[in-house]
């Protein structure tokens, strides 16, 4: 109905390219305009100036021979000054775009090793950038952004990298658990030797005050029993001490000692040495 009354319509952030007999005459900006197809104008088509994607896939080599797909994403719009180049000098945007990304990438990757492919990615999207924004300018376009959205090896080489990074967590956890078993057992031994330590001030202790008690109780025994030795009053000690040994050995459950010779007068024995032994270094000293 537009084409009968010479009259079209451009939408917003688009415009429309009029030609006269052919040639090149104007760009239509978004509104209604008059198109007077009798005298020679039509509509050659339209340019939109919205800012659009293009993901380009590309395969290449690093340095050390791992190939890998890497994957930009371009974003570009056309100009609304240079509409007529944009229009008229590029008959397949994308493929231009997508030419110029697979020489800059193909020439960049191959310098590196596949780690920096991965450290140094916006470098390479900076470097695709300025190469189509120096190409891409002369043809009306402007290149909004790049980047590098994803960089996939090949699947066995992933699957390697993976087991090298899992064996490398697991020799640090080992580390880590032989330091902490180390520790562990250094702390242990501090215990036990604080324990051993302290149980031995214990028994120091106790002996000491047996020895003590043993001492009082023989100087009160013969100051008030007159005509005793201080033989005699060890001999009684020592057979109170082997009755009451007995007693604990009978009232216990479960118990593994047992005294070669048994009786009482094996006590007299056993005093009998100690005495001996007590007299020959005391002798030799």
Same mark, same amino acid.
């Given at each position: 109905m537009g084409n009968l009354f010479c009259c079209i319509q451009v939408d917003q952030s688009t415009v429309a390219i009029r030609e006269r007999f052919g040639k090149f005459d104007d760009v239509l900006q978004p509104g209604c305009h008059f198109l007077p197809w009798c005298l020679g104008s039509?509509?050659?088509?339209?340019? &939109?100036? +919205?800012?659009?994607?293009?993901? =380009? +896939?590309?395969? /290449?080599? /690093?340095?050390?021979? =791992?190939? =890998?797909?890497?994957?930009? &994403?371009?974003?570009? +719009?056309a100009l609304a000054n240079q509409a007529s180049d944009a229009f008229y000098k590029l008959s397949n945007t994308k493929g231009q775009i997508q030419a110029y990304v697979f020489d800059v990438i193909r020439a960049t990757v191959p310098r590196l090793n596949l780690d920096d492919v991965? !450290?140094?990615?916006?470098?390479?999207?900076? $470097?695709?950038?300025?190469?189509?924004?120096? $190409?891409? &300018? /002369?043809?009306?376009?402007?290149? =909004?952004? /790049?980047?590098?959205?994803?960089? !996939?090896?090949?699947?066995?080489?992933? +699957? $390697?990298?993976?087991?090298?990074? $899992?064996?490398?967590r697991l020799r640090v956890a080992a580390n880590e658990k032989a330091e902490a078993e180390k520790i562990l057992q250094i702390k242990r031994a501090e215990g036990e030797a604080e324990s051993k330590h302290l149980s031995g001030l214990g028994i120091a202790r106790q002996r000491q005050a047996i020895v003590d008690g043993l001492r009082d109780s023989v100087l009160g025994f013969s100051e008030n029993v007159p005509g005793t030795t201080a033989k005699d009053v060890m001999d009684m000690v020592l057979v109170t001490q082997y009755f009451d040994t007995m007693k604990e050995i009978g009232a216990a459950s479960k118990t593994s000692a047992v005294f070669i010779p048994h009786g009482p007068g094996a006590v007299r024995d056993v005093a009998s040495q100690i005495r001996e032994g007590l007299l020959q270094a005391s002798s030799v000293s």
């Open positions: 039509q509509l050659a088509g339209h340019l &939109s100036l +919205r800012v659009q994607q293009l993901d =380009v +896939r590309c395969e /290449t080599k /690093t340095k050390d021979n =791992v190939f =890998v797909n890497v994957v930009a &994403s371009v974003q570009y +719009r991965f !450290e140094q990615k916006n470098e390479i999207a900076k $470097a695709v950038e300025d190469e189509l924004e120096k $190409a891409m &300018s /002369t043809y009306g376009y402007e290149i =909004v952004q /790049t980047l590098i959205i994803d960089i !996939e090896p090949d699947e066995h080489v992933k +699957r $390697a990298m993976n087991e090298i990074n $899992a064996a490398a």
